[in-house]
C-alpha cells in the first residue's frame, strides 16, 4: 500500500508564497500520474493540478499562471510551488494518484490571511 505525506504548509499573507511537497512510498511512482487536490472548510475536496510521468501539466483555472506541480521521480516526490497566494486558496492541501487509487495522507494546511 502507497503511503502518501504532505508538507510545507503553513500561515501566509496575501500575495505570499509556499512550496508544498509530497512523497510517496512504494515502486513504479514514476510511472503514475500525479496530482494536488484540497479541501477548503465546508467543502468537497477538489483538483489543483496534475503531471504526467513526461512531465505534462494541468490546472483548475483558478491557479493558473500562480501554481505549477514538478516532480522528481528518483524522490518519488512531487512539489506545488504557489504564488500570488489569495485567501480562496485556504485549504487542507493533498496529493494523489490522479484517479486518487491510493488512501489519502493527513493533507496539508494552508491559510492565506492578513
Known amino acids: 500500500q502507497v503511503q502518501l505525506v504532505e508538507s510545507g504548509g503553513g500561515l501566509v499573507q496575501p500575495g505570499g508564497s509556499l512550496r508544498l511537497s509530497c512523497t510517496a512510498s512504494?515502486?513504479?511512482?514514476?510511472?503514475?500520474?500525479m496530482a494536488w487536490y484540497r479541501q477548503a472548510p465546508g467543502k468537497q475536496r477538489e483538483f489543483v493540478a496534475a503531471i504526467t510521468s513526461g512531465g505534462s501539466t494541468n490546472y483548475v483555472d483558478s491557479v493558473k499562471g500562480r501554481f505549477t506541480i514538478s516532480r522528481d521521480n528518483t524522490k518519488n516526490s512531487v512539489a506545488l510551488q504557489m504564488n500570488s497566494l489569495k485567501p480562496e486558496d485556504t485549504a487542507v492541501y493533498y496529493c494523489?494518484?490522479?484517479?486518487?487509487?491510493?488512501?489519502w495522507g493527513q493533507g496539508t494546511q494552508v491559510t492565506v490571511s492578513s
Open positions: 512504494g515502486r513504479f511512482f514514476a510511472i503514475y500520474t
Open positions: 494523489n494518484e490522479v484517479n486518487t487509487r491510493w488512501s
